[in-house]
């Protein structure tokens, strides 16, 4: 499974869930926002490698949304483009291209051509940075590579599930991840498996697993990592 991570912007309620389901499926990690507004947020704190955006919004329309990114300092005026939109003429794409964006694909669309162009531009963006070291979670430390929590030097066992868990989390470290994409399969469509897995690794990690510091809770979105 990729763990790229994309951030879908359309004001329309079915489309972002739409697009959502079919992209997590495809092993994709993804964000959404119904406004630029939002959008420019989440932005500011998180790091995506493609932003999907609709045109056609309240407020900042996409385009307007697309000029201001690219004119962003540092890694958020860099991030990829894909324009998707019901306006589809040709001078509507120049001046989505001329915008800034990466790509542009009108609606409706083929998912698996939605699919091949995500695929394409994110292969030209070329691969991700390596994973961080070990990360510091107080008196214990998490290992990704080896998939190894040690609790003040000695080794804590870990089940699959709890390696998979933490590896996802820690890719993104003090980054919310939804519980629905850290859930493993479909048949754990409500991600009822994973609150269990976060109560039990926070016994492990946690000094005070019902305060926790290092494996928190985000209200209505899922979990984060948060090393020192």
Same mark, same amino acid.
């Given at each position: 499974m990729t763990d790229r991570h994309l951030l879908v912007v359309d004001d329309d309620d079915r489309i972002r869930d739409l697009l959502k389901q079919f992209l997590n499926r495809a092993g994709f990690r993804v964000t959404t926002a119904a406004s630029a507004e939002s959008a420019g947020r989440l932005l500011d704190t998180l790091d995506f490698d493609l932003v999907i955006l609709d045109v056609m919004m309240p407020g900042e329309d996409g385009l307007s949304f697309a000029r201001r990114l690219r004119t962003t300092p540092g890694p958020t005026g860099k991030a990829a483009i894909l324009m998707l939109t019901a306006r589809g003429e040709t001078s509507d794409r120049i001046e989505g291209l001329s915008a800034g964006v990466d790509d542009y694909l009108a609606k409706p669309f083929e998912p698996q051509e939605l699919l091949l162009r995500i695929e394409a531009i994110l292969r030209r963006a070329g691969p991700r940075p390596s994973d961080a070291g070990p990360l510091s979670? %107080? &008196?214990? &430390?998490?290992?990704?590579? &080896? %998939?190894e929590l040690t609790r003040d030097g000695a080794p804590v066992r870990l089940t699959e599930a709890e390696v998979d868990l933490l590896r996802t989390l820690a890719k993104a470290p003090h980054a919310p991840i939804d519980r629905y994409t850290l859930a493993r399969d479909d048949a754990d469509a409500a991600g009822r498996a994973v609150d269990v897995q976060v109560t039990r690794l926070r016994r492990k990690i946690e000094d005070d697993p019902k305060t926790p510091r290092y494996l928190q809770t985000v209200r209505g979105v899922g979990y984060l990592l948060a090393p020192d």
């Open positions: 979670l %107080g &008196r214990c &430390r998490f290992d990704p590579v &080896r %998939g």
